[in-house]
C-alpha cells in the first residue's frame, strides 16, 4: 500500500494513519484514522478478514481445493480490495473525515474527551492482522477498541499525534 493518498490530508495539516480494529471473533476492518479539532475521526475503507490485506501468496486452502483457476481468482479478488480500499482513502483524504463520516455505518467519531482510558503499545507483534503497534482505549458511546497499526509509518504519526491530543488519558507502553 502506497503512502501517495497522505498527501492531501497531511496537506491541510490533519494528521491521518491507518489502523485495523480488530476483534477476538477473528474479524477485522481497516480504518483511515483522523486526528483534528479536538476529534478522532475512524473512518471504515474496507477489510473484513484478516488474509484479505496482509497476505501476499494465495493460500493453501486455494491451492488444495481450487488449483491454478482459484489462485487466479485470489489474485485479482486482493487486486480488487486493495484497489477498492485505496480510492475510499482517497475520497477521504479529499472530500475530510466529516464528509466521509456517513458514507459507512461502522465510521465513527470520537471527542477527546470521551476516552476512558487508552493505551498505546510500541512493540512489534507478530501478528498477521498489523503488527507495527498497537492501539486500545475504551469510550462511554463505542466501549472497548482494539486497534493495530498497519505499518511503521502509521506507528510514527499515531506516536507524534496521540500522547499531545489525549494526554493524561493516554498511557505508552515502549519496548
Known sequence: MGRKQDAPAAAAGVPVFNAKRVSKSGWCRLFRIYVSDGQVYFIRVGGHLASEWE?????????????????????LLRKIIRSRAQRRMAAADRDGPEMALPRHRHSFKCRFSDFAGAL??????????????????ATQDQGKQDFRLMTILDRKIAMDTLPKSLGDRLKVRAK
Open 120 to 137: 498505546f503499545d510500541t512493540r512489534i507483534l507478530t501478528s498477521r492482522v498489523g503488527g507495527n503497534g498497537r492501539w486500545t482505549f
Open 55 to 75: 497476505m501476499q501468496k494465495p493460500s493453501l486452502h486455494t491451492i488444495r481445493h481450487a488449483g491454478l483457476v482459484g489462485i487466479l481468482g485470489e489474485v
